[in-house]
Structure formats: C-alpha cells, structure tokens
C-alpha cells in the first residue's frame, strides 16, 4: 500500500485521481482549504498551498506527491505566479523537508509555448524549478481534459446542442478523458520511471477544432455546424467579459491567445510507454457519458 499525497483533490481532476487511488489500494492524503466530507481511506489536510505547515502535515508519512492544484484562469501575470509558481516551488520544498522523493507534477502542454500567454508561462516556469530539483519527478503535460464532473467544456455542449459551435480559428487539439489522466497520475506516482515529461492522449493523431465539435454534436445527438471566429472577434468578446463579469471573466486575452494557436496535439515522441500507461477511453464514448452526465445533473 502506498501513502499519496496531493493536492487539488477537491477539483475535477484530483476527485478522480482520489477515486482511482482508493480503489487501488493506496492511502490518501489530501489538500483542501474547506473542510470535506469524511472518506474511507482520505485523510483531509486543511490548509493550502501558501501555508507551510499544511504542506508538511500533507507530506508527512507520504509515498510520494501529485501536485494537481493551479490556477487556470486569472486577471494578472502576479495571479497565475501566485498560483503555479509559487505554489510549486512550495510543494517541492516541502517535499525535500519530508524526505518524499517522488513527485509528480500536473501540467499542460500551454507550457510548450510560454510567449504566448501568461498561463503557458506560469506552467513553463513550474516545470523549470520541478526539473531543477533533486527528486524523483514526473512531468505530465494534459492536452484539453473533458469528462463527466467537468464544467469547463459545458458551453461547447450546450452550443453543440442547438446546433452550431463557436470556435476559434481552424487548428488541432489533443484531448483525454479525465479518467486515462488520473490512471496516468497514478502510475507515474508508484512507479520508478525516470526523469521526463510526458504528453498524453486518446491514442489518435488529434482532433480538429470543426471534427472534435461534430464528435461532441454526436455525443448529444444533433447535427453541428462548426463556425470558426476570427481572433479579432474573440479579444473584443474578451474585452467584453471583463467588462461584464470583471476578474470572474472566462473568457480573457490570456485564453483567446492560446485558443487561437494552431496546433494544441501532443508531441508523439513524449507518449508515455506502452508499459505504464496507456488510453482506454475512446473519445466518442467518452463525449457520450460527459453529456450523459450533464443531463442527469440538469446542466444540459
């Protein structure tokens, strides 16, 4: 039995990561500012990660670590540093003062291009000090993450559900089910695998932007008509986000510039090997249980 620690747990991917982790075997303990409902085979840490104490009482006793936690989306360059770099750098110290070698660190192939936005360089700068590190550590670089639980793909649902998809710019992307990552996260987390960065997928050659919006218009049994957006259109409905919605805006110039680069597919050459890992959700059935989801939580 291994002890994991990690953060994020509360979020979508690290929910899953939990659900895979106990139903393996393994111990968890687990990162969260609010207190949780009590879990057999979770104990929940409170605190987070600007607190040095919670992350020594999180690692204590542990295997090894999965850093899941970051911030997606924020206002600033100083929101995105708070939150992935920092939050790293602090993470691996508390793992060294805890004799936890084993670390694995979540994050996203936004790190491969860190010119183009804030979030890419934030990840970019993470991966930088999680290398630089004596431990035994993972780099696990996410394409687009959907799933049942996941909210952040819901509004191409609902638009593929009346029939035409937003998009921007023609491009290709790579996905994975959130359930193939978590079981990603896990083997990297008990096995003795080298130093390196992976880039995981569904096992296909990518998706373009106008293919991937009629699978998920098959998932929801309609016929979709892809419509790509110039980026120019897509920063001023950024500029109009913030005006509306303020710091909570979805929509930002940080997201619009990565949305509208042309190739977001994994690198084939840091797949993971056959051996640890491998995809078991096809994408077509993984869109049909997301918006079965939906449905039954009356978001669709």
């Not at 996203?108 to 035994?136: F, H, Q």
């Not at 089910?177 to 096992?203: F, M, Q, S």
């Not at 218009?217 to 950024?238: E, I």
Request: aromatic share 6%; hydrophobic share 50%; with cysteine.
């Amino acid at each position: 039995m291994t002890v994991l620690a990690l953060t994020g747990g509360t979020g979508f991917v690290g929910a899953r990561l939990i659900d895979a982790a106990l139903a393996a075997g393994h111990q968890v303990r687990a990162l969260a500012r609010r207190p949780q409902p009590e879990r057999l085979g979770v104990t929940w840490i409170a605190g987070a990660l600007d607190d040095a104490p919670a992350l020594d009482r999180l690692l204590a006793g542990a295997d090894a670590a999965i850093h899941v936690a970051g911030v997606v989306n924020a206002a600033d360059r100083a929101g995105f540093v708070a939150g992935n770099v920092e939050g790293t750098r602090a993470m691996l110290a508390a793992a060294a003062r805890a004799d936890v070698t084993r670390f694995v660190h979540v994050s996203s192939l936004a790190a491969r291009e860190p010119g183009l936005s804030d979030y890419g360089w934030s990840k970019a700068e993470a991966e930088r000090l999680v290398a630089a590190s004596p431990l035994a550590w993972t780099i696990v670089r996410p394409p687009g993450v959907y799933g049942p639980g996941d909210l952040e793909q819901l509004e191409l649902f609902r638009m593929a559900r009346r029939g035409v998809v937003m998009l921007p710019p023609p491009g290709r992307l790579s996905v994975i089910a959130v359930d193939d990552l978590a079981a990603l996260l896990l083997a990297a987390a008990t096995g003795d695998g080298p130093r390196t960065i992976y880039e995981a997928d569904d096992g296909t050659d990518g998706w373009t932007h106008a293919g991937f919006a009629r699978a998920i218009g098959a998932a929801v049994g309609r016929r979709v008509l892809p419509l790509p957006l110039p980026r120019a259109l897509l920063s001023l409905v950024a500029r109009g986000d913030r005006l509306v919605r303020g710091a909570g805006a979805k929509l930002t110039p940080d997201r619009v510039a990565m949305y509208c680069h042309p190739d977001w597919t994994v690198d084939p050459a840091r797949r993971p090997p056959a051996s640890l890992w491998r995809p078991r959700v096809a994408t077509p059935q993984g869109l049909a249980d997301t918006a079965r989801w939906y449905r039954a939580n009356g978001l669709l």
